[in-house]
Nanobody, 126 residues
């Protein structure tokens, strides 16, 4: 089942948004989920990731301290709470699935993830 991120929108700088990513087709092999974003004219960029079992989290330098990734195992859903948003956070945000273990060499790589779904647009006005 393709992942579908939701919760994006237009917000003023300093505001907050909460993105959701249900994973109804999640299987035993699903190890973690990641959030990425792509701004116009830029490469896809890692934002945050979380493991299903232990809830271990990984953040990019730009998201650390402002964004919080969490998961609800009973709903098979991952969230991204984004606070203190800045205009440079404007992008399409995507969630994706990781079926192998995460470690320091791969958690930030788009190629380490699969089952990319439809993104959700986040626009932060100044």
């Amino acid at each position: 089942v393709q992942l579908q991120a939701s919760g994006g929108g237009l917000v003023q700088a300093g505001g907050s948004l909460r993105l959701s990513c249900p994973a109804p087709g999640r299987t035993f092999s699903s190890y973690a989920m990641g959030w990425f974003r792509r701004a116009p004219g830029k490469e896809r960029e890692f934002v945050a990731a979380i493991t299903w079992s232990s809830g271990s989290t990984y953040y990019s330098d730009s998201s650390k301290g402002r964004f919080t990734i969490s998961r609800d195992n009973t709903k098979n859903t991952v969230y991204l709470q984004m606070n203190s948003l800045k205009p440079e956070d404007t992008a399409v945000y995507y969630c994706a699935e990781r079926t192998g273990k995460l470690h320091s060499a791969n958690y930030y790589l788009p190629l380490a993830y699969a089952n990319w779904g439809q993104g959700t647009q986040v626009t932060v006005s100044s």
